[in-house]
């Protein structure tokens, strides 16, 4: 298993994506030894060749991503797989042929280059077959027993259920109450109580144990604990075990103290300085490549419902500081006739033609930019919500008010990994992602974020 941030990410995936590289850079190269040895003309070295094997491979892997094909839950056919391989390959045509195009003294030779792609197409396929057949066959599992809480146990569970190839299996846990029963919602079973920890360990080969006990007045079984970990035996707290599976710290039977005395709540000025730098130069660059794009927005919203141009929010910020915010106009000048505010929602009804398109091209969030330059935004953060909103959420939902110990930005944790929130449970969920950024905030975790946000939007998927 390997982590990003804290987050578990299946070493399967690592591996898988690393093997399937280098796949397409031996396809490229026996290629070159083919069309060598028959005697074809092949107008660049055994050097140039791996280069360019290097850059197809970039293209062919990015677009694998793009398709879902390193997240090993989604199942697919075997002709789902060639299609997904072949339109892989499609985008390798296009990118080979833009720089083919831009940089001809660079370009691939067309023999060679078609010969690649058949070589790649073919082992790919293979590969993810025997793969597939390793992983359900003989993919090894962790057994994994729960000690404490019914309710945090039935979480876990259900975390671990949608992620079966990250190599978990729960065996059962343990009731921190006198007698043995088995909650109705849990597949997994209740093995007994604290006197029985030690033989269900050794009986059921137990690897790791997650401690879930929040009610301590029954006892804690210390001896046990003790004895099992200098065994060899890991132990985990559950809120950090949760919240690596699933990327969110959860808030419901969470104590103070988790926040209180966890070090990743708190950043060093060098690291708030040097974040400040990157965004302002990052979202300059971004405000003069899309200027043009801007321009044909600002022209199309105009000339398809009239109106302003721009919609302008007041938004909640760092240190709960109201600040206006600036987004193209995606809505009926009147969407709010009533003068009461309306949480956004999917499929929204106030939204114009040209609004919808725009909405779902994310394009809506280009003038952002500008709040990112001025401080207001990063970025990468906490999406900011409307004070009335805040208000509302600050009384309704605990830990709340941590979120706005950092600056929102223009896309966020919360938002590549949930979708729109339009109600008070979904905004509670959207914090334990939030919280869960604001803990291992990071220049690898904004990539990782950046990443997923170029996907969302390019494949129209998400709440950005």
């Not at 490229?28 to 140039?48: H, N, R």
């Not at 690291?271 to 130069?281: H, P, V």
Request: charged content about 20%; aromatic content about 12%.
């Amino acid at each position: 298993m390997t982590t990003l941030d804290n987050r578990f990410f299946p070493v399967r995936s690592v591996v898988c994506f690393l093997i399937e590289g280098g796949i397409v850079i031996v396809s490229v190269i026996l290629s070159y030894m083919i069309l060598k040895e028959v005697g074809g003309s092949v107008s660049i070295g055994f050097g140039d060749a791996i280069l360019r094997g290097i850059a197809i491979a970039i293209i062919c892997q990015g677009s694998m991503y793009l398709l879902d094909l390193y997240d090993l839950e989604i199942h697919l056919t075997s002709g789902q797989l060639v299609f997904s391989i072949l339109y892989s390959t499609g985008f390798v045509c296009v990118g080979i042929g833009i720089i083919g195009y831009l940089f001809p003294e660079i370009g691939i030779p067309g023999n060679f280059y078609l010969l690649a792609l058949f070589f790649t197409v073919i082992l790919l396929f293979l590969w993810r077959t025997v793969f597939d057949l390793y992983l359900t066959r003989f993919g090894r599992m962790q057994n994994l027993l729960i000690i404490g809480s019914e309710n945090i146990t039935a979480e876990i569970e259900k975390e671990i259920t949608a992620r079966e190839k990250l190599g978990f299996r729960l065996v059962g846990y343990i009731n921190s109450g006198p007698g043995v029963g088995t909650a109705s919602s849990l597949k997994s079973p209740c093995l007994g109580n604290y006197d029985d920890i030690v033989r269900v360990v050794q009986d059921r080969d137990v690897e790791k144990i997650i401690v879930a006990i929040t009610e301590r007045r029954g006892g804690y079984p210390v001896e046990s604990l003790l004895a099992l970990r200098t065994s060899g035996v890991r132990i985990l707290e559950w809120p950090g075990f949760l919240e690596s599976l699933s990327g969110r710290i959860p808030i419901d039977n969470l104590s103070p103290s988790y926040f209180i005395y966890n070090d990743g709540f708190r950043k060093s000025r060098s690291i708030l300085w040097s974040r400040r730098c990157f965004n302002a130069l990052f979202a300059a660059v971004l405000l003069v490549l899309f200027l043009p794009v801007m321009v044909l927005v600002a022209v199309a919203i105009r000339l398809d419902s009239g109106g302003p141009v721009f919609y302008t929010q007041y938004r909640v910020g760092q240190g709960e500081r109201r600040f206006k915010i600036h987004k193209f106009r995606s809505m009926r000048v009147d969407a709010e006739k009533e003068g009461k505010p309306q949480w956004a929602v999917k499929n929204d009804p106030r939204m114009t033609r040209v609004g919808r398109f725009i909405r779902s091209a994310r394009l809506d969030e280009l003038p952002q930019l500008i709040n990112v330059l001025r401080g207001d935004l990063d970025i990468v953060g906490p999406r900011p919500e409307r004070p009335e909103f805040v208000e509302e959420l600050n009384k309704r939902i605990p830990y709340y008010t941590l979120r706005h110990t950092v600056k929102p930005g223009v896309t966020g944790w919360a938002q590549v990994m949930f979708h729109y929130s339009g109600t008070i449970e979904e905004s509670k969920k959207k914090l334990q992602y939030d919280l869960f950024y604001i803990k291992n905030m990071s220049v690898k975790l904004d990539l990782y974020i950046l990443f997923r946000t170029v996907k969302i939007v390019l494949l129209g998927r998400g709440a950005i």
